[in-house]
């Protein structure tokens, strides 16, 4: 399982091309995996990039769901039609389809932000806000998380 950690910046060139962090390529290696699965996140601004064993677990899931069932229609349609798998080439680098850059609006400084098993590709400043919104909420709620002890496994990790 990848775990995507941290935030770095990098550039979108004027052809669409992004190379992966290097940590972020690290856990691909680790994983033994070259490919990814992107899509628009429908929550943020963003482009979610996860490896396809983890998108795998999400497609499992809606698989589960009644056939011809609204739910899973909207799903399949909404997040697996809209996806797209691309494979980096040997030094981490890979094109974005331009419709995603487009529907973004990428421009040419972008930032990493390693959300576990995924990770987002935002426009710079965007990403920035992003997360400091994200600490306030997390610091003005108080949040917490459930201990879990540690010789068993998170639900929905396999």
Same mark, same amino acid.
């Given at each position: +399982? #990848?775990?995507? =950690?941290?935030?770095?910046?990098?550039?979108?060139?004027?052809?669409?091309?992004? *190379?992966?962090?290097?940590?972020?390529?690290?856990?691909?290696?680790? /994983?033994?995996? @070259?490919?990814?699965?992107?899509?628009? *996140?429908?929550?943020?601004?963003? %482009?979610?990039?996860?490896?396809?064993?983890?998108?795998?677990? +999400?497609?499992?899931? %809606?698989?589960?769901?009644?056939?011809?069932?609204?739910?899973?229609?909207?799903?399949?349609?909404? !997040?697996? /039609?809209? *996806?797209? +798998?691309?494979? !980096?080439?040997?030094? &981490?680098? !890979?094109?974005?389809?331009?419709? +995603? =850059? &487009?529907?973004?609006?990428?421009?040419?400084? %972008?930032?990493? !932000?390693?959300?576990?098993?995924?990770?987002? %590709?935002?426009?710079?400043? /965007?990403?920035?806000?992003?997360? /400091?919104?994200?600490?306030?909420?997390?610091?003005?709620?108080?949040?917490?998380?459930?201990?879990?002890?540690?010789? #068993?496994?998170?639900? &929905?990790? @396999?």
């Amino acid at each position: +399982m #990848t775990q995507f =950690v941290g935030t770095h910046f990098g550039k979108l060139d004027r052809k669409g091309r992004i *190379s992966v962090p290097a940590p972020f390529r690290a856990e691909l290696e680790a /994983a033994a995996t @070259s490919h990814l699965v992107f899509r628009i *996140s429908h929550q943020h601004p963003c %482009i979610e990039a996860r490896s396809r064993a983890v998108f795998q677990h +999400m497609l499992d899931s %809606i698989l589960r769901l009644e056939h011809f069932s609204e739910e899973r229609e909207i799903l399949e349609a909404g !997040l697996v /039609a809209d *996806s797209t +798998m691309l494979r !980096l080439d040997g030094e &981490g680098r !890979l094109v974005l389809p331009e419709d +995603m =850059v &487009g529907e973004i609006g990428l421009a040419e400084n %972008i930032a990493f !932000l390693g959300k576990g098993d995924r990770f987002e %590709i935002w426009d710079a400043e /965007a990403a920035k806000k992003h997360v /400091a919104e994200a600490k306030a909420k997390v610091r003005e709620k108080r949040l917490t998380l459930a201990a879990i002890p540690l010789n #068993t496994t998170p639900r &929905g990790v @396999s």
